[in-house]
T-cell receptor, first 114, second 111 residues
Framework: DTGVSQDPRHKITKRGQNVTFRCDPISEHNRLYWYRQTLGQGPEFLTYFQNEAQLEKSRLLSNRFSAERPKGSFSTLEIQRTEQGDSAMYLC????????????FGPGTRLTVL | GDSVTQMEGPVTLSEEAFLTINCTYTATGYPSLFWYVQYPGEGLQLLLKATKADDKGSNKGFEATYRKETTSFHLEKGSVQVSDSAVYFCALIDSGSRLTFGEGTQLTVNP
């Protein structure tokens, strides 16, 4: 399968714990994006990378959130000291080159913070 | 900032009915416009796109025309099928690389 993959698909954690999600983009795609989707809403942009460089971060990305893409391939999104408001679907997407190229989305990681 | 507004859902139609889902946008520049679809249990998929005014995007019988004068990008299909049941998201990219999505419209098509 050559699509975008995300791991885990589901994560349940207790408030205050740290969690880390992984995204593997389509192999030749140099841009990688993270979005967050809460129930009944459209996805909201969090951050994106071109190769290993993080080029843009949303105001939604508080200092408890950190994203990395160390070798320009897979990416991780870590949330420290989780809060109940962090419960959401975290989506990863990748694209090839310029902004107008289609962003291909992964299936998402659903986070539930108890 | 940029924003996208979609018609409120959910929308329920009978098979072979005509579908319109309204979408209007606010952007500071000249955005590219998209419709994404999310089938139950699956990830978001691009349905169609238009990159400049008066462009018409089309795919799988769905169409949408980029109307700059009304800042709209309404999604239409002449005859819906049960398999079209999904959540539809209107979205734009303006000057950057981030997609800005509407809130989504749940479509249910009954046989």
């Amino acid at each position: 399968d050559t699509g975008v993959s995300q791991d885990p698909r589901h994560k349940i954690t207790k408030r205050g714990q740290n969690v880390t999600f992984r995204c593997d983009p389509i192999s030749e795609h140099n841009r990688l994006y993270w979005y967050r989707q809460t129930l009944g809403q459209g996805p909201e942009f969090l951050t994106y990378f071109q190769n290993e460089a993080q080029l843009e971060k949303s105001r939604l990305l508080s200092n408890r959130f950190s994203a990395e893409r160390p070798k320009g391939s897979f990416s991780t999104l870590e949330i420290q000291r989780t809060e109940q408001g962090d419960s959401a679907m975290y989506l990863c997407a990748s694209s090839l080159g310029l902004a107008l190229f289609e962003q291909f989305f992964g299936p998402g990681t659903r986070l539930t913070v108890l | 900032g940029d924003s996208v507004t979609q018609m409120e859902g959910p929308v329920t139609l009978s098979e072979e009915a005509f579908l319109t889902i309204n979408c209007t946008y606010t952007a500071t520049g000249y955005p590219s416009l998209f419709w994404y679809v999310q089938y139950p249990g699956e990830g978001l998929q691009l349905l169609l796109k238009a990159t400049k005014a008066d462009d018409k995007g089309s795919n799988k019988g769905f169409e949408a025309t980029y109307r700059k004068e009304t800042t709209s990008f309404h999604l239409e299909k002449g005859s819906v099928q049960v398999s079209d049941s999904a959540v539809y998201f209107c979205a734009l990219i303006d000057s950057g690389s981030r997609l800005t999505f509407g809130e989504g419209t749940q479509l249910t098509v009954n046989p």
